[in-house]
Structure formats: C-alpha cells, structure tokens
C-alpha cells in the first residue's frame, strides 16, 4: 500500500520558516523523483519544487527560487521542504507527489496546511 504523510505545516508568520517532510513506504522511493506541490484557494495547484530520483537535480518555482530547498534521504524514504522568508502569497495546501521514472504512475499525499500570516 503506497503511504505519503506529510508533516511540518502550520501557522508562521511572514518572514519566518517552516520545514515540510514527507515520509512514503509502498513503492521504490529511490526511482521516483519527489516533487512538491501547492494550492491556495480558488487557484490552481502548481509545482514547488522538485528533486530528480538520485537527487541531483532539482528544480524550483521562480517565485520560491532562493526561498525554498527540497532534498531527500532515499536511506529514510523522505522527501523535505525547507521554506525561508515566507510570504503571505505562500499560503496554500503543500502536497508531496511521487513520479515514476516514465510518468506513468503518480502518488499523492493527503497535504499540509501552511498559512502565512501576522
């Protein structure tokens, strides 16, 4: 059975940090790039961030590049986003997805709720 919990959210206010992890069990974690996605309210879900499955590649979204790290541990099958500097526009429900190597499988987690606000 394929598991992705995600943890780590919560209320911060701006400027602050916040780190999200995301544990998965039921498929081979080290095959699969990990990516991270979001979705504010009344918006449509975008891509984060991402890290290819040795994890050496990653790539990030323009409006979180220099804010945001993803990285992996395949040891652990963990996949975390560190988020610096946090904004208001960075609130939104983060989701931890799996990809295979041919795109032909996806797995999603359940999400985390991260709400910037003083």
């Known amino acids: 059975q394929v598991q992705l919990v995600e943890s780590g959210g919560g209320l911060v206010q701006p400027g602050g940090s916040l780190r999200l992890s995301c544990a998965a069990s039921g498929f081979t974690f080290s095959r699969y790039a990990m990516n991270w996605y979001r979705q504010a309210p009344g918006k449509e879900r975008e891509l984060v961030a991402a890290?290819?499955?040795?994890?050496?590649?990653?790539n990030y979204a323009d409006s979180v590049k220099g804010r945001f790290t993803i990285s992996r541990d395949n040891a652990k099958n963990t996949v975390s986003l560190q988020m610096n500097s946090l904004k208001p526009e960075d609130t939104a429900m983060y989701y931890c997805?799996?990809?295979?190597?041919?795109?032909?499988?996806?797995?999603w987690g359940q999400g985390t709720q991260v709400t910037v606000s003083s």
């Open positions: 890290v290819r499955s040795a994890g050496g590649l990653k």
């Open positions: 997805n799996a990809l295979s190597p041919y795109g032909d499988q996806a797995y």
